[in-house]
């Protein structure tokens, strides 16, 4: 679990975090969202220790890394696995070498334990086949697929990803989340997810930290958020006239309808 607390952050005299706490749970898809420029990716800046608040706490499992010592630090980021927006493959180096990257840079694992290690990251985020394959030999999806299984390589207890939807299409897109819900379930991830994909916040968002000109306005999760009645979530999440169907569709048939509706919204009546 990671625990925001009071957080504040400024640039240049302006503040672009305003007293931020939010919890982050184990085991559990947590999404930040919010709009440009409403302070999402300075917060996972400042959870994963790249930006440092003027004050408050961040607490991963109760440690704060604001308190860590350098050493502190680097022993915790072993723990940590990123998914980055452009997924951030190595050109040069094949799927396999990819994924087996921070276990040499990290681990003491023989390379035939690399080897074994990378190959069952490979072989959970189904790219069994591809593992000799470069990046420029990968459609988008495999891409951010391979990148999956270089930040689970690890065995992360925390994992952060960064627009994991970026410039895919809508059915990849969704495996790509049912792919991250999955890992995050079966290894007890505490799984951060900054995100402005509707479809991730209405398929996988278990816990949802809504986040405007830098305050936290709302916390729920993907079935609260359509009786929820703050006007800039409600402006944002349901800003066009499909999602709005899928709200009112969602109103009137109850949540069971929830997830046959995020799937099949091109089919289903209004």
């Not at 070498?97 to 190959?119: C, H, I, K, W």
């Not at 958020?225 to 169907?245: G, K, M, P, R, W």
């Amino acid at each position: 679990m990671i625990e925001v607390k009071n957080v504040t952050k400024s640039f240049e005299g302006k503040t672009v975090l305003h007293d931020v706490s939010a919890d982050f749970y184990t085991g559990k898809t947590n999404l930040i969202i919010g709009q440009s420029g409403s302070g999402k990716t300075v917060l996972m800046k400042s959870l994963v220790g790249l930006l440092r608040p003027e004050q408050g706490q961040i607490l991963f499992d109760g440690r704060d890394i604001l308190q860590m010592k350098p050493g502190e630090m680097k022993e915790l980021r072993k723990e940590i696995g990123m998914l980055f927006q452009g997924s951030a493959l190595f050109d040069s180096e094949t799927v396999l070498g990819n994924v087996m990257f921070p276990l040499m840079m990290f681990t003491s694992m023989s390379y035939a334990e690399q080897r074994d290690r990378a190959m069952f990251c490979i072989e959970r985020v189904n790219l069994g086949g591809s593992e000799n394959k470069y990046p420029s030999e990968l459609s988008g999806g495999m891409q951010k697929r391979a990148a999956i299984a270089r930040a689970i390589s690890l065995n992360p207890k925390y994992l952060f990803c960064d627009e994991p939807n970026s410039g895919l299409d809508p059915r990849t897109s969704i495996l790509i989340d049912d792919l991250l819900s999955d890992i995050t379930h079966e290894y007890g991830i505490t799984t951060v997810i900054n995100t402005h994909d509707m479809n991730s916040v209405l398929g996988i968002g278990e816990n949802i930290i809504f986040l405007n000109k830098g305050h936290r306005e709302w916390v729920g999760d993907m079935h609260k958020i359509f009786s929820a009645t703050n006007q800039a979530l409600n402006d944002f999440v349901f800003a066009t006239d499909l999602f709005q169907e899928v709200k009112e569709y969602i109103v009137r048939n109850g949540h069971t309808a929830h997830g046959s509706a995020r799937r099949n919204k091109d089919n289903y009546e209004i």
